[in-house]
T-cell receptor, first 108, second 111 residues
Framework: AQTVTQSQPEMSVQEAETVTLSCTYDTSESDYYLFWYKQPPSRQMILVIR??????QNATENRFSVNFQKAAKSFSLKISDSQLGDAAMYFCAYDMRFGAGTRLTVKP | DSGVTQTPKHLITATGQRVTLRCSPR?????VYWYQQSLDQGLQFLIQ???????AKGNILERFSAQQFPDLHSELNLSSLELGDSALYFC??????????FGSGTRLTVV
């Protein structure tokens, strides 16, 4: 069965600093999509960024970028210039399966 | 508005009862996914439907069942409810697995 592992239950970052959230996954497929979702206290699930496995270039969305290492099956999320509004649970996802999540706290 | 509609938003019911949660996917999306999220937990995948057919099954209890209708809306039926079934139930829809759009969820409280 496919698995998605987020090894950091909690992370903390100072406002305006950079933080990286880790994710590994397991698959035998060669073409697939990976996702990071944000869940703020409202509990709405919000798509942050998407990576297509056949694209070698790392996806970027404004302050959010990924480090996709296909051979290592690693998919980390980097948040630059962290803002108070970035505080939330972050979930990594592959093939409809989600990791356990990382709770990000942003300190003013 | 994400385009995925879930009703009701809140539901309070007693143990042993049966409830039905409804999901209307985003226009054009053929796949519907159901997830359960208990307090401070991750999302547990329950089941996927694609164009009316069951496509994948996750950690879904035998007391739970789902279906997708010809108009593509889906219903999740939860029966013989227990206190531990209290959770936020999400529906998501997608086109070809390229992204998943979530509804706002149904918060179920079993008392």
């Amino acid at each position: 069965a496919q698995t998605v592992t987020q090894s950091q239950p909690e992370m903390s970052v100072q406002e305006a600093e950079t933080v990286t959230l880790s994710c590994t996954y397991d698959t035998s497929e060669s073409d697939y999509y990976l996702f990071w979702y944000k869940q703020p206290p409202s509990r709405q699930m919000i798509l942050v960024i998407r990576q297509e496995a056949y694209k070698q270039q790392n996806a970027t969305e404004n302050r959010f970028s990924v480090n996709f290492q296909k051979a290592a099956k690693s998919f980390s999320l980097k948040i630059s210039d962290s803002q108070l509004g970035d505080a939330a649970m972050y979930f990594c996802a592959y093939d409809m399966r989600f990791g356990a999540g990382t709770r990000l706290t942003v300190k003013p | 508005d994400s385009g995925v509609t879930q009703t009701p938003k809140h539901l309070i019911t007693a143990t042993g009862q049966r409830v039905t949660l409804r999901c209307s996917p985003r226009s054009g999306d053929l796949s519907v996914y159901w997830y359960q999220q208990s307090l401070d937990q991750g999302l547990q995948f329950l089941i996927q439907y694609y164009n009316g057919e069951e496509r994948a099954k996750g950690n879904i209890l035998e007391r739970f069942s789902a279906q997708q209708f010809p108009d593509l809306h889906s219903e999740l039926n939860l029966s013989s409810l227990e206190l531990g079934d209290s959770a936020l139930y999400f529906c998501a829809s997608s086109v070809g697995g390229q992204s998943y759009t979530f509804g706002s969820g149904t918060r179920l409280t079993v008392v």
